[in-house]
């Protein structure tokens, strides 16, 4: 099991969280984050046959610009939403948006899933960002644990979350993307038995009763 240890992380009242890594800040829930991530993902060629033709038509109306500083509380941020976590990689040194991750926690499992921008791929940056989200969603928001399904054909997917400490678990073997198109998924799992809830942002309900669960195993 991967080494997990307490990040460093500024939590502001707001539901900003920044987190630095070697390149990157991982700066939580901000709505021009956002929006600008989901204009990136719509240009993504690998991605792009998968977003609903009406999210591809809105976003495609927001200019990506520059990224305002991580840190920065005049930004609007997302609504703060208990089941649905979103991160963003900011490049500390360029200030542009490099990868993106989110946390949706439903039927009593929390589910990671992410992208790195296209064109910044294959250099450690997706690496950098899944090691510090799970840090940061043990740690600091007490998720004890994280699952991801991936296409098995996907071997970026695969060793991308084999190399941050994720093992085979579990999980429906086919799902629907938002597009209706269904695809085969295998599961991964990340547990810290010392998830840590240390934030005041509220979490998903269900995360006694799994603890209770680990417990039992
Ligand atoms: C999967 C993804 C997030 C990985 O991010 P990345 O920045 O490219 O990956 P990294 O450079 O940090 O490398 C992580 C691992 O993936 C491997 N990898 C990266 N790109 C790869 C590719 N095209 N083919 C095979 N392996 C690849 C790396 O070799 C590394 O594995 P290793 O530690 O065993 O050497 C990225 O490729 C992506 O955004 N893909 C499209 C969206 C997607 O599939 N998301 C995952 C859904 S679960």
């Known amino acids: 099991m991967a080494v997990i240890s307490r990040p460093a992380v500024t939590c502001r009242p707001n539901d900003l969280h ?5 390149r990157l800040w991982i700066v939580t829930s901000r709505a021009t984050d956002y929006v600008r991530w989901l204009r990136i993902a719509v240009d993504d060629p690998e991605s792009a046959p998968d977003w609903p033709e009406h999210v591809v038509a809105q976003a495609r109306q927001v200019a990506i610009g520059s990224v305002a500083d991580p840190v920065d509380a005049s930004q609007p941020g997302l609504p703060v939403d208990p089941d649905w976590l979103f991160l963003a990689g900011v490049h500390r040194e360029t200030r542009e948006l490099v990868s993106s991750l989110s946390v949706f926690s439903r039927n009593r ?14 250099q450690g940056y997706g690496h950098e960002t899944l090691v510090a989200a ?9 998720i004890a644990r994280l699952v991801a399904g ?9 060793r991308w979350l084999a190399g941050a400490g ?3 678990a579990t999980g429906p073997p086919r799902v629907k993307l938002g597009n209706g198109r269904t695809i085969e998924a295998l ?5 810290d038995r010392d ?4 934030c005041s942002r509220p979490r998903p309900h269900f995360r006694r009763g799994l603890l209770r669960t680990l417990a039992r195993r």
């Open 18 to 22: 920044v987190l630095e890594t070697e």
């Open 109 to 122: 499992a929390s589910e990671i899933g992410g992208s790195v921008r296209y064109g910044y791929r294959g």
């Open 134 to 142: 799970c840090a940061l969603a043990h740690r600091h928001f007490g």
């Open 150 to 158: 991936a296409e098995p054909s996907n071997t970026a997917s695969r």
């Open 166 to 168: 994720f093992t085979s």
């Open 187 to 191: 599961w991964w799992e990340h547990v």
């Open 195 to 198: 998830a840590e809830l240390r």
